[in-house]
């Protein structure tokens, strides 16, 4: 378990098809170097279903989302 530290940021992905798959593994290793170049802790929030590989391929703190049957969009959750 990784420990968050201060200060911290976090980026949600919401349903957004754009922050969903590949791309939120692109946007999480971009998330990745800022906080090594930063030395702000930075935290994923993506989508369920994408939160397995995130975690087998980055090294970021990673936070879940519920899950809610919802459309792709500004929300919070996992498309069904």
Excluded: C
């Excluded at 349903?15 to 930075?42: D, H």
């Amino acid at each position: 378990m990784t420990k968050i530290k201060t200060p911290t940021t976090i980026l949600n992905f919401k349903t957004y098809l754009k922050s969903s798959g590949e791309n939120a593994l692109k946007l999480t290793k971009i998330l990745e170097n800022v906080a090594k170049e930063s030395r702000i802790t930075m935290v994923a929030a993506p989508q369920t279903a994408d939160i397995y590989r995130i975690n087998n391929e980055t090294n970021i703190p990673i936070l879940a989302q519920h899950n809610d049957p919802i459309n792709p969009g500004g929300h919070t959750g996992v498309t069904f």
